[in-house]
């Protein structure tokens, strides 16, 4: 576990400064729940918040052109099957440019 989230760190710390907060508890769906992040001082570009699975990594998009001054957003969880999840802030025009991950989580 501690080896997969460092693999995940390292990827992430290339291309990122902003840092999205890993839910502190089990979404369900249809939820709605309240999404959180650091910005960082120097500013991080708009993003897309794409909630994927922690096997696949295959996503799907929950909020686009997101302003990290906000700081939080709150979205419904979407009615995705049973699983652990990760979300990811990622490029509005390229979603394989990942500004940063959580660590995962469940939603049920
Ligand atoms: C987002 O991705 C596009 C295409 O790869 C790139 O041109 C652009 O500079 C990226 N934006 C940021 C803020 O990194
Ligand atoms: C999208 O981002 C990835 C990762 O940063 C990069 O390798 C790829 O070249 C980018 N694609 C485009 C179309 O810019």
Known sequence: M?????????????????ILDT??????SGEEVTVTWQEQPTGDPVFTLVLASSV???????AGDVAPALGS?????????????VLEAVNVTNDSDIYAETA?????
């Open 2 to 18: 501690l080896f997969t989230l460092s693999i995940i760190s390292t990827i992430v710390s290339l291309a990122s400064a902003l």
């Open 104 to 108: 995962s989580f469940d939603i049920l």
């Open 73 to 85: 957003l709150a979205i419904t969880v979407p009615d995705v099957q049973p699983g652990s999840y």
């Open 23 to 28: 839910p502190s508890s089990q979404w369900y």
């Open 56 to 62: 696949t990594h295959i996503g799907l998009a929950i």
